[in-house]
Nanobody, 123 residues
Framework: QVQLVESGGGLVQAGDSLRLSCAAS????????MGWFRQAPGKEREFVATINRSGTSTYYADSVKGRFTISRDNAKNTVYLQMNNLKPEDTAVYYCAARQTTTVVTTEGNNYWGQGTQVTVSS
């Protein structure tokens, strides 16, 4: 089991950047693939980005490809989401996800979840 706490959300203007962090409370962080999901009001939660256990493989949703970068620091038990050139359609609650797998986390199910952090992008 692992506890996840997101931080770094806020209110920004279109074109700005934000860096989200997800701190994991576990002694086995390197055993977990990590991911970021988001949920806009009235919408289902959707996949955003994921990274494998060693940080050697990443995968992104088409909507954020080229703008967002996921990374991890296993020594700090932390995964990051660097968000550049933010758009109003990026407005959502962003959730950190963890799964004990050798691949990546692109779907719901078998995940541990954080509480979420709000990102609001104004035009």
């Amino acid at each position: 089991q692992v506890q996840l706490v997101e931080s770094g959300g806020g209110l920004v203007q279109a074109g700005d950047s934000l860096r989200l962090s997800c701190a994991a409370s576990t002694r086995s962080f390197s055993w977990y693939a990590m991911g970021w999901f988001r949920q806009a009001p009235g919408k289902e939660r959707e996949f955003v980005a994921t990274i494998n256990r060693s940080g050697t493989s990443t995968y992104y949703a088409d909507s954020v490809k080229g703008r967002f970068t996921i990374s991890r620091d296993n020594a700090k038990n932390t995964v990051y989401l660097q968000m550049n050139n933010l758009k109003p359609e990026d407005t959502a609650v962003y959730y950190c996800a963890a799964r004990q797998t050798t691949t990546v986390v692109t779907t719901e199910g078998n995940n541990y979840w954080g509480q979420g952090t709000q990102v609001t992008v104004s035009s």
